[in-house]
């Protein structure tokens, strides 16, 4: 999975997606409660992202940003609901560091760990798309000020 599918997988939002893309994951959670039992809280399930008609390749400059601050808003609101309804604080910046580290780094690490977890169903790398280094250095910058723009609840 190259880091531009890892950032759009996890800044995605399926009423925006095909049917057709079937590809999901959805992390879960544990708690106990004090009458000793567990829930199971499920994360929102996230998609490779592509619009019916332009897909995250297809997207440069002020486009680029404005679905990739969009979206990652969206995937940062999800995210602090799951935290809250754990009892866990959120970080929106701390968040926005971690999720460009997965787009750097490819997340080959995180992907091995999913895959020896057996807890998500983690697809196959798509051999077509472009690793972090690959994607221009404009649009990693655009990438890159869009994601901590959301952080900061703005795009």
Known sequence: MSA??????????????????????SATTSTQ?????????????TTTAAAETTSGKDL????LYLQTCHDTLEYFDAVRELADLVG??????????????????GG????????????LDVPAPDP??????????ADRTEVERAIYAA?????
Do not use: Y
């Open 151 to 155: 952080a900061d609840g703005h795009c």
């Open 33 to 45: 409660d004090a009458d000793s039992t567990i829930k199971r809280i499920t994360a929102p399930p």
């Open 128 to 137: 077509n798309e472009p690793t972090w280094e690959e994607i221009p250095k």
């Open 4 to 25: 531009v599918t890892l950032i759009l997988t996890a800044c995605s939002d399926d009423s925006a997606t095909p049917a057709s893309n079937a590809a999901s994951a």
């Open 88 to 105: 866990e604080p959120f970080d929106s910046k701390e968040a926005a560091d971690g999720l460009l580290e997965l787009a750097r780094t």
């Open 108 to 119: 080959e690490e995180l992907l091995q760990d999913l895959e020896a977890s057996g807890d």
């Open 60 to 63: 440069h400059g002020a486009a």
